[in-house]
Structures are given as structure tokens and as C-alpha cells.
């Protein structure tokens, strides 16, 4: 069965510093979807970040990058030069083609100025 | 360009009664997909629709349906709520172009189950 974990429940960083997110999942398929969202307080859902299994190149976007493991099934996101704005509840999801989203239970980011 | 609409935006409801709720997607999105979410359960996928057709379901009982209509607009029908059922229900739009999916979440309808 697919299993999402995200072991830090919360986690702190200075502003401008860099702080990584762990992820790790769990899947007998190959071919299968990676995401990371962000859920900031009393606001939309945003989708950060998506990975395509099949793809080596880590994706990017902006100030956000993941490190994607596949062997090790570990994909985390690291946040560069952190902002205020960046304080939220971060998702990592698993998804195997045509098939279902799992969601970890959350990361909750603070930023300290 | 408008973002996801959810309606209504709170909702109180007892146990026993039905409800339903309303996602509007940004124009051009064909894809929508519920979630519910609540403190204990967090995050999980209810049902994705695209074109009229449910193409994925959740793990939820047959009291969780879905529709959506030709102007892509979707509705998620909960029959014989439960105090469980109280939740953020979330909607996300999507838009697919080759391998990149552009992918915004609406605000949410709060439900209570009294």
C-alpha cells in the first residue's frame, strides 16, 4: 500500500537561512507522482512543487528545489534564503499513475525573523 | 483571470441531513479534484472528475458522490451526515499541458456536524 511519511512535524528557520523538509514514501510502482504543497495559514493550498518519477533531474522552482531519491523513495524539499511568507503547513504527496493521491501528515514550517 | 470558488464557504449541518457543495474551476481547467481534510484524518483525496467523468476515487463510502457538469463546474454530494464528515473540503482546478500540470486549490468549505 502507498504510504506517505513525513517525519519532522514542525520545524523552525531563520529568515534568509535554508532548511530542507524531509519526505519519504512508499510504493511498489515505478511510474508514479511526487508533490509538495503548502498550506499557509487561513490561506489556499498552493502546489509547490511536482516531480515526475521517470525524470532524474530534480525539479525546481524558484527558491524551491527537491532532492529526489528514487531508490531510497525520499524526496525532500529545501527552501532557499527563507522568507516570512514561506511559514506554513507543508504536504508532501505520493500519487501512482492513474491512481490516488496520499498525503504525509504535514510539516509546519516557522520562520523566525 | 478568477480563481477556484467554493460555496458555501461554512455550512452547519446535523447528523441525518445532506449536503452539497459547489466548485467552480478557473476557465479552461477540465480537472477537478475534491479533498477533505480534518485534524485527525488530515489530507485525503475524495474524487478527481475531467471532462464529465470521475476518473479516480478515494477511499470514502458511497455517501460521497460527485458530479461534474459541461462548464466544468463540479458539485460533492454528502448524504446522511456524520459527526466524522465535519471537515475543510478542499477543491483544486487542473491544467495539463504535456507533461506540466498547473494545479490551484480553491479556499475550502468548512462543514460542521452537529
Known amino acids: 500500500a502507498q504510504t506517505v511519511t513525513q517525519s519532522q512535524p514542525e520545524m523552525s528557520v531563520q529568515e534568509a537561512e535554508t532548511v530542507t523538509l524531509s519526505c519519504t514514501y512508499d510504493t511498489s510502482e515505478s511510474d508514479y507522482y511526487l508533490f509538495w504543497y503548502k498550506q499557509p495559514p487561513s490561506r489556499q493550498m498552493i502546489l509547490v512543487i511536482r516531480?515526475?518519477?521517470?525524470?532524474?533531474q530534480n525539479a525546481t522552482e524558484n527558491r524551491f528545489s527537491v532532492n529526489f531519491q528514487k531508490a531510497a523513495k525520499s524526496f525532500s524539499l529545501k527552501i532557499s534564503d527563507s522568507q516570512l511568507g514561506d511559514a506554513a503547513m507543508y504536504f508532501c504527496?505520493?500519487?501512482?499513475?492513474?491512481?490516488?493521491?496520499?498525503f504525509g501528515k504535514g510539516t509546519r514550517l516557522h520562520i523566525l525573523p | 483571470k478568477a480563481g477556484v470558488t467554493q460555496t458555501p464557504r461554512y455550512l452547519i449541518k446535523t447528523r441525518g441531513q445532506q449536503v452539497t457543495l459547489s466548485c467552480s474551476p478557473i476557465s479552461g481547467h477540465r480537472s477537478v479534484s475534491w479533498y477533505q481534510q480534518t485534524p485527525g484524518q488530515g489530507l485525503q483525496f475524495l474524487f478527481e472528475?475531467?471532462?464529465?467523468?470521475?476518473?479516480n476515487k478515494g477511499n470514502f463510502p458511497g455517501r460521497f458522490s460527485g458530479r461534474q457538469f459541461s462548464n466544468s463546474r463540479s458539485e460533492m454530494n454528502v448524504s446522511t451526515l456524520e459527526l466524522g464528515d465535519s471537515a475543510l473540503y478542499l477543491c483544486?482546478?487542473?491544467?495539463?499541458?504535456?507533461?506540466?500540470?498547473?494545479?490551484?486549490f480553491g479556499p475550502g468549505t468548512r462543514l460542521l456536524v452537529l
Open positions: 504527496a505520493h500519487m501512482n499513475r492513474d491512481d490516488k493521491i496520499i
Open positions: 516531480q515526475e518519477a521517470y525524470k532524474q
Open positions: 472528475y475531467f471532462s464529465e467523468t470521475q476518473r
Open positions: 483544486a482546478s487542473s491544467f495539463f499541458a504535456g507533461d506540466q500540470e498547473t494545479q490551484y
